[in-house]
Nanobody
């Protein structure tokens, strides 16, 4: 049974930093990938935007254009945990951040663009608010 649980998040000022963690369980070794997705406020009807994704063996990462150079995704394969370090935060980064996991994909970029129902495990989400 696959499971992922987010932690971190909170309130930050513009230009500040936050770090999110995603603890995974039930997967076989590092043969899975993790993605971070954001649900912006007032855009629930649009679905979640793929922000950054990583293969848990470290072989590939992907970032959406509007976070490149500011966010960094990493993983600790021993602890089955993925991290999203968010620097130079902007008010438009505000939203509920979810991590999700998948065991079948072709490219890391594909994971961040998958239909939500193709990801095999979703966390409960963690709120990130960027405001002065």
């Amino acid at each position: 049974h696959f499971r992922v649980v987010e932690s971190g998040g909170g309130l930050a000022q513009p230009g500040g930093s936050l770090r999110l963690s995603c603890a995974a369980s039930g997967f076989t070794e590092d043969k899975y990938a993790i993605g971070w997705f954001r649900q912006a406020p007032g855009e629930e009807g649009k679905g979640r935007e793929g922000i950054s994704c990583i293969h848990m063996d470290g072989s590939g990462t992907y970032y959406t254009e509007n976070v490149k150079g500011r966010f960094s995704i990493s993983r600790d394969s021993v602890k089955d945990t993925a991290f999203l370090q968010m620097n130079s935060l902007k008010p438009e980064d505000t939203g509920v951040y979810y991590c999700a996991a998948v065991t079948d994909w072709t490219t890391v970029e594909e994971i961040c663009k998958m239909p939500e129902d193709e990801l095999e495990a979703w966390g409960q989400g963690t709120q990130v608010t960027v405001s002065s």
